[in-house]
């Protein structure tokens, strides 16, 4: 599954670009590509349709949150569960920077920089 958003092009994995955006890219029989994240309702996205060549059952699917939650009617069970998850250690939040909540342009800073992947925390002291 590969996530599409309006946040730049997906990082390099292994020294190689991989992703929707890049040459020689190709989606997996039956795999999903995921739009996420776009900015505004009029944002174009793209990506190269070649990818999709050979790639049977292959889909792009637009993950919207509310309409998921609506859906399923499970948001409070999945958040019950991914509270018990981070509790026990078994969930990886993927946390790479924290600072004080005083000091946000730091965090800023190697966010809009693409300097991390994970998550950037500013903690309220």
Known sequence: MWRVSSNGPPPMAA??????????WCA????????????DDAETVTFRAKGFDRAYGARIYTLNLPDELTAHASG??????L???AASGRLDAQVELQYSWRQPAEAI?????????????LQID
């Open 15 to 24: 020294g190689r670009r991989r992703g929707p955006g890049w040459p020689g």
């Open 76 to 81: 409070s069970s999945d958040l019950a569960r």
């Open 109 to 121: 800073d190697a966010l809009l920089g693409r300097r991390i992947g994970g998550k950037a925390v």
């Open 83 to 85: 509270c018990a998850l």
């Open 28 to 39: 997996a029989g039956r795999g999903v590509l995921v739009n996420i994240a776009t900015q």
